[in-house]
């Protein structure tokens, strides 16, 4: 059974950092594309990163790019999410998501129905 758990959640202000983890157990770690997306009060969930299985490429959200990093180490089944410079437009609850697929390289790695399993969520509250 797929389990992914998120921590590092937390109220920071505008300007501030956070860095979000996901531990993940159940498949193979190193075979699947790994993302965050987030979803804010009223909002539809939105797409903020990707990792691919290797770690060597990643993807962004306009919204995040260049103030965000997303990492992984296949080693300990992690992956993490360093937020800097956070907005209150950041606010949201953050989500671990694993790719349904094996080693996918097509582009719909921003798309919600290509991820099978979800964390709980964690909730980033950015204070202006």
């Known amino acids: 059974q797929v389990q992914l758990v998120e921590s590092g959640g937390g109220l920071v202000q505008a300007g501030g950092s956070l860095r979000l983890s996901c531990a993940a157990s159940?498949?193979?770690?190193?075979?699947?594309?790994m993302a965050w997306f987030r979803q804010a009060p009223g909002k539809e969930r939105e797409f903020v990163a990707a990792i691919r299985w290797s770690g060597r490429i990643t993807y962004y959200a306009d919204s995040v790019k260049g103030r965000f990093t997303i990492s992984r180490d296949n080693a300990k089944n992690t992956v993490t999410l360093q937020m800097n410079s956070l907005k209150p437009e950041d606010t949201a609850v953050y989500y671990c998501?694993?790719?349904?697929?094996?080693?996918?390289?097509?582009?719909?790695?921003?798309?919600?129905?290509?991820?099978?399993?979800w964390g709980q969520g964690t909730q980033v509250t950015v204070s202006s």
């Open positions: 159940g498949r193979t770690f190193s075979e699947y594309t």
């Open positions: 998501a694993q790719d349904r697929s094996r080693y996918y390289y097509g582009s719909g790695y921003s798309s919600l129905p290509q991820y099978a399993y």
